[in-house]
C-alpha cells in the first residue's frame, strides 16, 4: 500500500522533464534524503510489478520508467481511485484544506502530528506549512492559537466558549442554508441523536409558545450537537457570574432546563448548570415575534426605551447620511427593534450567527448594506455591540424592505414651484401640472426669496419660473410661466429620467484603464493620489476608505468592487473608475473593475442613482467584459451611457 508521501514521489517524477536528486525531492516534500531513499525503494517494489520502474543514477538523481504503458495506465488509475476515496476527495483547494484543518484540531482532544495531517490531505509538508499561517489567523479571530510541542504535534488553545463558536463555524458548510442538519453534523452526533435534539427543541419551543426562526433553529440544534460533543470529551463551558446576570429569571432558562432535562436522558449525557445557562442565552438570541402588526404598547412593551432611542437614531442617521427617506416608516422602527431585542441578547454574550445570504445581500442591496454598516457604528457607540457583516447583512434586509416601500411612493415626484409673478399665476401652474402629471405632488408654491428658508430634505426637484443661482442639493427645471410644449418635454424627460448622460458623475479626467496593481491596498492609494493631486479630496479621504474596507470589504462579485469613504468627505458628488489589467484579491472576491465613491455632503440623494446605475452594471458579466476591455476613456464613457 502507497503511503501519501510515495504517491507525492510518484507525481513529482511524473511531472519531471529530467531525472530528480534526492536532496531535490527531499526539500520539494520536506523530509530527509534518507528518507526519499527509503520511499523509492518500496515505490519500486509496487511499480515494477505494475508497468514500470524507478531508475537511479549516482551524481544524477531518479528518473520514473514506463515499461507497460497499458499496465501503467491501469495502476494510475488504481492510486486516482484511492486518494479520491480518502480523506480529500473534496480539499483540492486551500480553502477546502483549511476548512478541513480546522475542524479537524477542533475536534481532536490531543495533539496531532503534522505528518498525519499532511498524509491525511496527500499534500507536502511545505503546502500544509502555508495553510497552517491561515488557519492561525483564522482561529485568533476566534481569540484561539494553535500550540505546538515537539515530538507531539499540534494542538488547539483556548477558552472553551471559544472553542464552540468556531466549531459551529466550521463543522457544516457556513455559505449555505440546509433544513437537515442530520448530514452536516453526522461528524459529531448520529443522525438519530441529531432528529433527538431537533424533536425536543422543537416540543418545547412550541409548549412555551417561544418563536424561532429556521436559520435560529438550525442554530441551536448546532449548539446543542456540539455541546453534547464537548461534554462527552470533559470540555466545559465555563462563564463568570457576571455572564449570568438576569439569565436565571427569563423563561429562556426554564424552557433550556426542560430541554436539556430530556437531551440528557435522550442522549444519556450530563448537562452542568452552566452549560444550561449557556443554552438559555442562545434561546434569548434566537426567539422572535412572529408578527409586525402589533400595536403599540405591545412594542414598547417588548422593545423598551434605551433600545428605541437607539433605533431612532439609527434611522435618522441613515436618512441624513444617505437620503433613503424612511424616518416616517413605523413598520421599519418595529422591524429593527423585533430584531435587534434578541440580536442584542446573543451579542452581548459574543455568540456569533451565521447569515447564508450574506453575499448576495452585498451585491443586491449595497446601499442597505451601508446603513447596516452605519447602524452597526451607532450601536456600538450606544450600546457597546459589535456587528459583523452576517448581522449588519440581516439589519440590511429590513432597511432594504423598508426602501421598496419609500420607492413605491417615491414614483410620486414631490416638487416646489418658485414663481415670481404673483400668487394667480403660480397657483395656474400648480393646477395644470397637476391635472397633466398624476405622478406629481406639489408640496408647495413660493416666491424666490423664500427658498433659503425652505426646507429641502423630502423635495425631489424644483420647477422654477426664474433662474436660481444658488447651488441646491435637488435638480431644477426651469419653465416659462404660461407652459408651453418645450416646457412640458422638460419636466416630462425629468419624470422619466431621460437625461443624456445617464452617468454625469464620472468624469473623464478620473478614469484610470489598463493599470497593473496587485492588492486593493494598492489601487486605493493609487485612486487617492490623483485625487489629492487635483484637489478634489484631502489626507483623511484615504484612511475613511480604508476603515470602511476594514468593517467589510466592498468587493460585489462580477469582478467589481465599489470601495467609498466612511462618511461624506467632499462637497461634490462624482466617482473614480479604474480597470486593472488582471483580477486581484479584494476581500476574497475577485476584482477587475474599480469604482471609487465620493457623495458630496447634504447630496446624499445622488447616491441611490448612483448605486441604481451601478448596480445594473453589476448584475450583467458581459457589460464588466466591455469595459474592461476598453482602453481609450472617450470610448469608455461612451460604453457606458449606451450599456445603462
Not at 432611542?309 to 442617521?317: F, G, L, M, T
Not at 462618511?567 to 474599480?594: A, H, M, S
Amino acid at each position: 500500500m502507497l503511503s501519501s508521501r510515495m504517491v507525492l514521489i510518484i507525481k513529482e517524477l511524473l511531472a519531471a522533464e529530467s531525472p530528480q536528486t534526492g536532496e531535490a525531492l527531499a526539500s520539494t516534500i520536506q523530509v530527509t534524503a534518507r528518507t526519499i531513499r527509503n520511499d523509492i525503494r518500496d515505490i519500486n517494489k509496487v511499480v515494477q510489478k505494475k508497468g514500470g520502474s524507478i531508475k537511479s543514477t549516482r551524481g544524477i538523481g531518479y528518473e520514473l520508467e514506463i515499461v507497460n504503458d497499458e499496465a501503467f495506465k491501469s495502476f494510475l488509475q488504481e492510486v486516482a481511485r484511492s486518494v479520491n476515496t480518502s480523506t480529500n476527495k473534496t480539499l483540492e483547494t486551500s480553502e477546502a484544506r483549511i476548512n478541513w484543518i480546522i475542524r479537524i484540531l477542533l475536534l481532536e482532544k490531543k495533539f496531532i502530528k503534522l505528518d498525519d495531517v499532511a498524509d491525511k490531505l496527500y499534500i507536502s509538508k511545505s503546502t500544509l506549512q502555508n495553510d497552517l499561517i491561515e488557519v492561525r489567523k483564522i482561529l485568533a479571530s476566534y481569540n484561539l492559537t494553535l500550540e505546538s510541542k515537539p515530538y507531539y504535534g499540534v494542538k488547539v488553545q483556548g477558552k472553551e466558549l471559544h472553542v464552540r463558536f468556531c466549531l459551529s463555524e466550521y463543522l457544516f458548510n457556513r455559505n449555505s442554508f440546509t433544513i437537515n442538519m442530520k448530514n452536516e453534523l453526522n461528524n459529531i452526533l448520529s443522525k438519530q441523536e441529531i432528529t433527538s435534539i431537533q424533536n425536543i427543541i422543537l416540543e418545547k419551543v412550541r409548549e412555551n409558545e417561544i418563536e424561532i426562526s429556521d436559520i435560529g433553529l438550525n442554530n441551536l440544534i448546532v449548539h446543542f450537537a456540539i455541546a453534547c460533543k464537548r461534554i462527552r470529551d470533559r470540555n466545559y463551558i465555563s462563564l463568570a457570574p457576571k455572564d449570568f446576570e438576569g439569565i436565571y429569571s427569563q423563561i429562556e432558562y426554564e424552557v433550556a432546563k426542560d430541554i436539556v432535562t430530556e437531551i440528557e436522558v435522550a442522549l444519556d449525557v450530563e448537562f452542568p448548570k452552566t452549560e444550561i445557562a449557556y443554552i438559555g442565552i442562545h434561546l434569548l438570541g434566537t426567539k422572535k415575534i412572529a408578527k409586525t402588526n402589533i400595536n403599540r404598547q405591545e412594542f414598547e412593551s417588548f422593545v423598551k426605551s434605551e433600545l428605541r432611542d437607539v433605533i431612532k437614531e439609527i434611522i435618522s442617521k441613515i436618512d441624513h447620511r444617505l437620503g433613503l427617506r424612511l424616518r416616517e416608516d413605523k413598520e421599519l422602527t418595529i422591524a429593527l427593534g423585533l430584531h435587534l431585542k434578541p440580536a442584542i441578547n446573543r451579542l452581548q454574550y459574543g455568540m456569533n450567527v451565521r447569515n447564508p445570504m450574506v453575499e448576495e445581500i452585498k451585491i443586491n442591496y449595497p446601499l442597505a448594506f451601508d446603513a447596516a454598516i452605519l447602524a452597526g457604528q451607532i450601536l456600538n457607540e450606544r450600546l457597546g455591540i459589535n456587528i459583523d457583516e452576517d448581522e449588519a447583512g440581516y439589519i440590511a434586509l429590513h432597511i432594504s424592505a423598508a426602501m421598496y416601500r419609500e420607492n413605491v411612493n417615491r414614483n410620486v415626484k414631490r416638487c416646489i414651484i418658485v414663481c415670481a409673478s404673483g400668487v394667480g399665476s403660480a397657483m395656474l401652474l400648480k393646477y395644470k401640472l397637476q391635472s397633466t402629471y398624476n405622478q406629481i405632488e406639489i408640496v408647495d408654491t413660493i416666491d424666490y426669496y423664500r427658498l433659503e428658508e425652505t426646507p429641502l430634505e423630502e423635495i425631489d426637484f424644483i420647477i422654477t419660473t426664474i433662474p436660481i443661482d444658488k447651488d441646491l442639493p435637488v435638480p431644477v427645471i426651469i419653465i416659462n410661466t404660461i407652459l408651453g410644449t418645450k416646457d412640458l418635454s422638460k419636466i416630462e424627460g425629468f419624470l422619466q429620467n431621460k437625461n443624456e448622460n445617464k452617468a454625469s458623475f464620472i468624469h473623464e479626467e478620473l478614469i484610470f484603464l489598463q493599470k497593473d496593481f496587485q492588492t486593493r491596498e494598492e489601487v486605493i492609494k493609487y485612486l487617492v493620489n490623483e485625487l489629492e493631486m487635483a484637489n478634489h479630496v484631502d489626507h483623511t479621504f484615504s484612511e475613511s476608505v480604508l476603515e470602511r474596507e476594514r468593517i467589510s470589504p466592498t468587493s460585489f462579485g462580477n469582478l467589481v468592487a465599489i470601495p467609498h469613504p466612511m462618511e461624506p468627505q467632499t462637497t461634490e458628488t462624482f466617482c473614480t473608475i479604474c480597470t486593472l489589467k488582471r483580477p486581484i484579491d479584494w476581500g476574497g472576491n475577485r476584482v477587475q473593475f474599480i469604482c471609487l465613491l465620493s457623495v458630496g455632503e447634504n447630496k446624499a440623494p445622488d447616491l441611490r442613482h448612483m448605486y441604481d446605475i451601478l448596480i445594473e452594471i453589476i448584475e450583467d458579466e458581459q457589460k464588466i467584459k466591455r469595459l474592461l476591455n476598453c482602453n481609450e476613456k472617450k470610448k469608455f464613457v461612451a460604453l457606458l451611457n449606451s450599456i445603462v
